[in-house]
């Protein structure tokens, strides 16, 4: 069965800084998409970017980026010059195109420090 | 307003009571999906349906019941609630389950079994 593993519970980040949140996945699959959402204090579910693992280059948006090695299984986040709104809880999560489900992490909160 | 919606938003209830979590989208989505989230656990998926009257079961479909009648309308129903899913519910849509559109997320319920 596939897995999302988010190792890191908790990041803190000064301000303006770029951080790096971790996450490796666990699939036999070949044919799949890797997300991350952003869950602020609110509770709502917020898109940040998609890779698909057939993408050869690794996706941006904005400020954000996904450094995606598939030979190691890993789709870490990394959010460029952090802002003090970046503070929130952020999930990694994985859709397999076979059986169509998703799974996600446990998640990682990340505090953006002024 | 593109939007998925959840009513209700709070609900207190009491073991065995059945109740019905309505989800609305209004994006003719395919894709349909329900989840719950614990502190730890992350999202864990509870059924997911591909189109109407197509749906199956996710990470952790024991004690619900879905169906899906209507393109736009997803609802999740726990017949006899316990305490163990006194959790955070959320519902979601895509444009299709079978490629790298993002989810659309409603803005969750919060139910309480007493």
């Known amino acids: 069965a596939q897995k999302i593993t988010q190792t890191q519970p908790g990041m803190f980040v000064q301000e303006k800084e770029a951080v790096t949140l971790d996450c490796t996945y666990d699939t036999s699959d070949q044919s799949y998409g890797l997300f991350w959402y952003k869950q602020p204090s609110s509770g709502e579910m917020i898109f940040l970017i998609y890779q698909g693992s057939y993408d050869e280059q690794n996706a941006t948006e904005g400020r954000y980026s996904l450094n995606f090695q598939k030979a190691r299984k890993s789709a870490n986040l990394v959010i460029s010059a952090s802002q003090l709104g970046d503070s929130a809880m952020y999930f990694c999560?994985?859709?397999?195109?076979?059986?169509?489900?998703?799974?996600f992490g446990a998640g990682t909160r990340l505090t953006v420090k002024p | 307003e593109a939007q998925v919606t959840q009513n209700p938003r709070y609900l207190i209830t009491v073991t065995g009571k059945k109740l019905t979590v309505t989800c609305s989208q209004n994006?003719?989505?395919?894709?349909m999906s329900w989840y719950r989230q614990d502190p730890g656990l992350g999202l864990r998926q509870i059924y997911y349906s591909m189109n109407v009257e197509v749906t199956d079961k996710g990470d952790v479909p024991e004690g619900y019941k879905v169906s899906r009648k209507e393109k736009r309308n997803f609802p999740l129903i726990l017949e006899s609630p316990s305490p163990n899913q006194t959790s955070l519910y959320f519902c979601a849509s895509s444009q299709s389950g079978t490629s790298g559109y993002e989810q659309y997320f409603g803005p969750g319920t919060r139910l309480t079994v007493t």
């Open positions: 999560a994985m859709r397999s195109y076979n059986n169509n489900d998703m799974r």
């Open positions: 994006m003719n989505h395919e894709y």
